[in-house]
């Protein structure tokens, strides 16, 4: 009895765990540049005194899908769709240097750069600061350049360079932020032919019918092990009002 227990208590475990990176990814189906978490499920046999027969599963997020979202055309000068492999590098709010896809630039009322999520865009020398007063126009190279509105005629200034890294050769992984860190510490180095795309915005990875369908599958996985355990209850009453007949 204890074996037909404990292997529903796992199954039900690996199922809320599974359903929640369902739901965590279908949240994100529409957050620009997410990449979407992949949950691994490992058999691990229990060792102890008797025979090695009984096993759980050990279920954590490993990593996530790396696969390019679509790219939306905005027009918006700020806007910016990494191209190939390349990663946009901010400040994490623990002062780290990490990565994202997400492009969806502001001046933030500091004058600092950052993105969608508030992370400030780090440049040659750290975070961007644009000078107020001034337009910043970002080449495709990811250079910055500023003019003056009230002086339209006059070529741009050149201000700093966005740096895009490229995790090629290095193992990346995904913290709770959403932000992606060089595994054991240290930054990715600056990819000098990185380019981007102006104007566009490279969506979620995520697609919602498929995570929807996931979602239903994992339901019904759960609603069958709920059972398991159901009937492993009648079970051991069944045995015990034996018991008190004899």
Same mark, same amino acid.
């Given at each position: ?150 002086? $339209?005629?006059? $070529? ?91």
């Amino acid at each position: 009895m204890d074996r037909l227990i404990h292997t529903a208590f796992s199954g039900l475990s690996s199922s809320m765990q599974r359903q929640r990176v369902i739901a965590s990814n279908m949240a994100n189906a529409q957050t620009i540049g997410f990449r979407a978490d992949l949950l691994a499920m490992t058999p691990m046999t229990l060792e102890g005194p008797g025979l090695e027969v009984r096993a759980a599963n050990s279920t954590e997020v490993r990593g996530a899908n790396m696969k390019a979202g679509s790219v939306n055309r905005t027009g918006r000068g700020l806007d910016i769709a990494m191209e190939g492999n390349v990663m946009l590098a901010v400040q994490a709010s623990d002062g780290t240097e990490a990565y994202t896809r997400r492009g969806d630039l502001n001046i933030a009322a500091s004058g600092l750069l950052v993105n969608g999520e508030g992370a400030p865009v780090v440049g040659e020398g750290g975070p961007i600061t644009i000078p107020p007063g001034r337009e910043a126009i970002i080449a495709p190279d990811g250079q910055i350049l500023l003019r003056d509105p009230a002086t $339209p005629d006059v $070529p741009p200034v050149r201000l700093d360079r966005i740096k895009l890294a490229s995790p090629a050769g290095t193992r990346i992984e995904k913290g709770l932020d959403g932000l992606f860190r060089v595994f054991g510490g240290g930054v990715l180095p600056g990819d000098e032919e990185g380019r981007v795309m102006v104007g566009a915005l490279e969506q979620s990875n995520v697609s919602a019918t498929e995570v929807l369908t996931e979602m239903i599958e994992a339901q019904r996985l759960f609603d069958i092990r709920t059972k398991l355990v159901a009937t492993a209850r009648d079970i051991d009453e069944g045995g015990a009002a034996l018991m008190r007949i004899t």
